[in-house]
Structures are given as structure tokens and as C-alpha cells.
T-cell receptor
Framework: ETGVTQSPTHLIKTRGQQVTLRCSSQSGHNTVSWYQQALGQGPQFIFQYYREEENGRGNFPPRFSGLQFPNYSSELNVNALELDDSALYLC????????????FGEGSRLTVL | AQRVTQPEKLLSVFKGAPVELKCNYSYSGSPELFWYVQYSRQRLQLLLRHISRESIKGFTADLNKGETSFHLKKPFAQEEDSAMYYCALTSGNTPLVFGKGTRLSVIA
């Protein structure tokens, strides 16, 4: 059984740039949730994708967008990067959109300069 | 709105001492509560959920709806318990909401 994998693990961008983060879900899972974790904070829900459709969104601006592909892998895109976007971005997969049992990747650490 | 509060950022205990990590929540419906743990250099992982009422690695947690709490307890702390612990809540139809976490440090 393959776990959740994320790429890249680390990246540095400058303000105004765009970034794409990738996530491969665990085998058999059809739901991907993305979280932002700032330093010293708990994970904050960005959005969830279920069977290629957005299935819920947290309090994040529209410049945060996502995709889910037929193989249930997912992308998180952030446009017009701001300094406050610097954080660890966590992807989590699950076998249902209505479960609290999430399987997390190791995260992508984004630094915006 | 759902909210999870973990009042302690850091909790230090001696090996063999009892541990209690506090979690309070606000939610008007029927919540599902979870504890997640992140050991050093490892990914965030589920520790236990209130529905299963199980003991994992010696940890237990009881949902107290009257006090809106879901404290995590272990009678005798071990050094390998040192980690970051997050309490989380969902209603089943809402995304999982996390608290800010408590860092447990077990001192030998």
C-alpha cells in the first residue's frame, strides 16, 4: 500500500509568483484535503476534492485553487504569492469525504521572500 | 462554528508520571473527535478517535459532552511519547478542524 506523497518537499518563491504543489493519494482513496500549517499553528483547512470536484472550502481567497485528477491525485495552486503564504502545506487523503480519518503526506514547505 | 481549543502549548512531564493533554471544543451538534500525533521527523498521523473508545499506545480519551472536552490521558508517560499532539473535530459533513496543538515533552 502506497502512502500519500507530496512534491516538492521544499521550495522558495518570491512575492507575486505562482506555485503548484502536488499530491498523490493513498491507494484506494478518492478524497484529498489540503491544509495550510503556519509555524506554531495547527493545520488550517483550505479545500477538499472528492471524485474530481471541490467538496468544501475553508476561509482562503480565490487565488488558492486546486484540481483533482481521475487517478485521485491532486494539485494545489497559489497565485500572486504573499509573504503570509509561507507555511507547510499538507495533503491528506481518505476513503470518504465524510470522515475524520485522514492520511497525511509529509508536506511541502513553501517560503515566500 | 466549530472550534477546538488546546490550552497548553507545551506540557513537560517526567517519565512514569501521568499525562493529560487538554482539548475543549465548541460545536452545537454531534461531534466526532480525534487525536492526531506527530513524532519528530514523521508525518501527522491518527492516534485515536472517540467512536472506537480504544486505547492506543496506552493513551485513552473520553468524550465529555457536558464539559465539551476530549482530554487525552496516559497513566505512565514514556520518553517515546514526546511529540506534537493535535485534537481535531468534525461533524461528519464538515472538514476536520484542528486545534493549535500541544507539544508533550517527557523527561527521563
Amino acid at each position: 500500500e502506497t502512502g500519500v506523497t507530496q512534491s516538492p518537499t521544499h521550495l522558495i518563491k518570491t512575492r507575486g509568483q505562482q506555485v503548484t504543489l502536488r499530491c498523490s493519494s493513498q491507494s484506494g482513496h478518492n478524497t484529498v484535503s489540503w491544509y495550510q500549517q503556519a509555524l506554531g499553528q495547527g493545520p488550517q483547512f483550505i479545500f477538499q476534492y472528492y471524485r474530481e470536484e471541490e467538496n468544501g472550502r475553508g476561509n482562503f481567497p480565490p487565488r488558492f485553487s486546486g484540481l483533482q485528477f481521475p487517478n485521485y491525485s491532486s494539485e494545489l495552486n497559489v497565485n500572486a504569492l504573499e509573504l503570509d503564504d509561507s507555511a507547510l502545506y499538507l495533503c491528506a487523503s481518505s476513503d470518504s469525504p465524510h470522515t475524520g480519518e485522514l492520511f497525511f503526506g509529509e508536506g511541502s514547505r513553501l517560503t515566500v521572500l | 462554528a466549530q472550534r477546538v481549543t488546546q490550552p497548553e502549548k507545551l506540557l513537560s512531564v517526567f517519565k512514569g508520571a501521568p499525562v493529560e493533554l487538554k482539548c475543549n471544543y465548541s460545536y452545537s451538534g454531534s461531534p466526532e473527535l480525534f487525536w492526531y500525533v506527530q513524532y519528530s521527523r514523521q508525518r501527522l498521523q491518527l492516534l485515536l478517535r472517540h467512536i472506537s473508545r480504544e486505547s492506543i499506545k496506552g493513551f485513552t480519551a473520553d468524550l465529555n459532552k457536558g464539559e465539551t472536552s476530549f482530554h487525552l490521558k496516559k497513566p505512565f508517560a514514556q520518553e517515546e511519547d514526546s511529540a506534537m499532539y493535535y485534537c481535531a473535530l468534525t461533524s461528519g459533513n464538515t472538514p476536520l478542524v484542528f486545534g493549535k496543538g500541544t507539544r508533550l515533552s517527557v523527561i527521563a
